[in-house]
């Protein structure tokens, strides 16, 4: 079956600690993964994804087949990094999400 | 350029009524998706158009859910009739092409009593 888990439903951390959200996928194909965000009051945006290995505001997530794990990971947050999480698969054209998870950072 | 836009952003309506909800997608794109959202779920797709073609409606309730993308572009989803469990936030996106970057609208949220 095709899933994506986002463990945790609430993260808090204390600004410039680090950040792990972690997502896990099961998918029997070759997999797409992306990282969605949605900050207070404003529309569900592309965070990144994998195929780009970029950074985006500090954040990066690397795929890791064997432990089939997208986790999403900043070396110190920030309080603007505030917001909801989500993982999300591509499976064949439809986009597969997780539960998502609420990062707060607080000061 | 401007984003998705979706209309009505808020709706309250008693079940077995019906409700329709509008998208307008960031122009040039060929897709559109109509997700539903319970409050502490990840959105959930329901249906998605290529151009004015159906691509994948497999999670549709279709004795109740219906939408439609005439002329490719504008798009309506109708509720009809609804139920409780419908209580959600309706998003629709688009994306130039079937995979890639999605861009969302707002959303609509319904509320049935």
């Known amino acids: 079956a095709q899933r994506v888990t986002q463990p945790e439903k609430l993260l808090s951390v204390f600004k410039g600690a680090p950040v792990e959200l972690k997502c896990n996928y099961s998918y029997s194909g070759s997999p797409e993964l992306f990282w969605y965000v949605q900050y207070s009051r404003q529309r569900l945006q592309l965070l990144l994804r994998h195929i780009s290995r970029e950074s985006i505001k500090g954040f990066t997530a690397d795929l890791n087949k064997g432990e089939t794990s997208f986790h999403l990971k900043k070396p110190f947050a920030q309080e603007e990094d505030s917001a909801m999480y989500y993982c999300?698969?591509?499976?064949?054209?439809?986009?597969?999400f997780g539960k998502g998870t609420t990062l707060s950072v607080s000061s | 350029e401007a984003g998705v836009a979706q209309s009505p952003r808020y709706k309250i309506i008693e079940k077995r009524q019906s409700v329709a909800f509008w998208c307008n997608p960031i122009s040039g794109h060929a897709t559109l998706y109509w997700y539903q959202q319970i409050l502490g779920q990840g959105p959930k797709l329901l249906i998605q158009f290529q151009n004015n073609g159906v691509v994948d409606d497999s999670q549709l309730p279709k004795d109740r859910f219906s939408a439609e993308r005439l002329k490719g572009v504008d798009s309506t989803l109708k509720i009809q009739p609804a139920k409780l469990e419908d209580s959600a936030v309706y998003l629709c996106a688009s994306s130039l092409g079937g995979s890639g970057e999605q861009y969302f609208g707002p959303g609509t949220r319904l509320t049935v009593t």
């Open positions: 999300a698969l591509q499976a064949g054209t439809a986009l597969i």
